[in-house]
């Protein structure tokens, strides 16, 4: 587009006739301007820029929301994040295009544990991309292990699992080749040197999740004060809660966290992975600090039968993946829009509309909203 002057600008986009969510609101009949991705204020746009909208999408009353970010997802649609095939971007780019219509516009692929060949080949072709029209934008790649507990590996191939030597760093290099692309790792912060491990990872700007862990609390504390800031999948493949001795679990609650650090948690809101009951105790506890995730599976999207996990086969049966020939649950095979509706529906979640009080319960199956009118 031109401006005024015959000079070259980005087009401005306005929605109309929106529902936008803005804190814990859902206001009716409004508009939204984007330009080239951002929003902007249409007052400053007028009177300061003299534009108005080069084009209209009227919403019909529709919601307009962010899209979902799904940092831990394993493949989908037959693509499998830890297998090096010889076109790895193309099934990046299926992928992507196949989430977004399950509300997902940005993602992290992971791999699993797989030997050093693999990270090798697959990580230089994941480079970090912008989204759109195409598909989900790529935030960088999720490396789920090996530097995890043989104990609590879950579906992750115990032949492949790795320890750190004297020079703890140098082997995580080894180990994956460039990180260029990583912008998350899942490690087991009881290892041997961990720390060391986490504080150079977390001097690169990639963030260190604790998981796959039989850390108590007092380790993961300290984990914590050298950078980690994450937790993958919590309740899942780490120690139980006790109440001398919490574990990991224990962080969302903790008083020996660094001052202005703030924890974070990936829950698998599947179903199948967490029990209701578990994803009341930990959103009421750390509200803030949830993050749901898929942890999905190559399987997402095919339905029964077997397919593969990085080095390891995996069993689909109905709404549970297993590792085939055992009853260990291998990742999900629900999308991310599943597992929100089942945390609507496990936790009653409360949204306001206007005057209105808005809460979200399940009818026959069916997500219902159901209003009330607002105490002053």
Not at 253 to 259: K, M, N, W
Request: net charge negative; aromatic share 6%.
């Amino acid at each position: 587009m031109r401006d005024g002057r015959g000079t070259v600008r980005a087009p401005v986009l306005q929605f109309t006739n929106c529902r936008i969510l803005r804190g814990r609101r859902l206001l009716r009949w409004e508009d939204l301007w984007v330009r080239e991705g951002h929003i902007v204020d249409p007052e400053k746009l007028f009177f300061e820029e003299r534009l108005v909208a080069d084009q209209q999408r009227d919403c019909g009353g529709c919601i307009l929301a962010p899209g979902f970010i799904d940092v831990q997802i394993n493949g989908g649609f037959g693509v499998d994040f830890s297998q090096a095939t010889e076109d790895v971007s193309s099934g990046v780019a299926l992928v992507a295009q196949r989430i977004l219509s399950h509300g997902v516009t940005s993602f992290c692929p992971t791999l699993v544990t797989s030997p050093p060949e693999i990270y090798h080949k697959v990580l230089p072709q994941i480079p970090v991309k912008s989204g759109g029209p195409h598909g989900a934008g790529v935030l960088g790649v999720h490396l789920e292990g090996p530097f995890i507990s043989r104990e609590k590996r879950g579906a992750h191939p115990e032949a492949h699992l790795r320890s750190y030597e004297a020079n703890a760093f140098h082997d995580v290099l080894a180990t994956y080749g460039s990180l260029d692309n990583v912008r998350i790792v899942t490690l087991a912060p009881e290892l041997g040197r961990s720390h060391e491990v986490i504080q150079a990872l977390t001097a690169r700007g990639i963030c260190v999740s604790l998981g796959h862990s039989v850390a108590n609390l007092r380790v993961a504390e300290e984990a914590v004060q050298s950078g980690a800031t994450f937790i993958t999948h919590l309740f899942n493949a780490m120690l139980p809660f006790h109440h001398r001795d919490p574990g990991i679990v224990g962080l969302l609650t903790s008083d020996r966290l660094p001052p202005g650090r703030h924890i974070f948690y990936g829950m698998i809101s599947d179903g199948m992975h967490t029990n209701p009951a578990a994803l009341r105790i930990a959103h009421r506890a750390h509200p803030q600090g949830m993050v749901l995730v898929t942890d999905a599976v190559p399987a997402l999207g095919l339905g029964n039968g077997r397919h593969t996990l990085g080095q390891q086969e995996v069993e689909v049966d109905g709404l549970t993946a297993y590792v085939a020939g055992t009853k260990t649950l291998s990742g999900s095979i629900a999308p991310m829009d599943v597992c929100v509706r089942h945390f609507l529906q496990a936790t009653d979640f409360v949204m306001l509309d206007d005057s209105l009080h808005v809460r979200a319960t399940y009818i026959s199956g069916e997500l219902v909203w159901q209003a009330e009118e607002a105490r002053q």
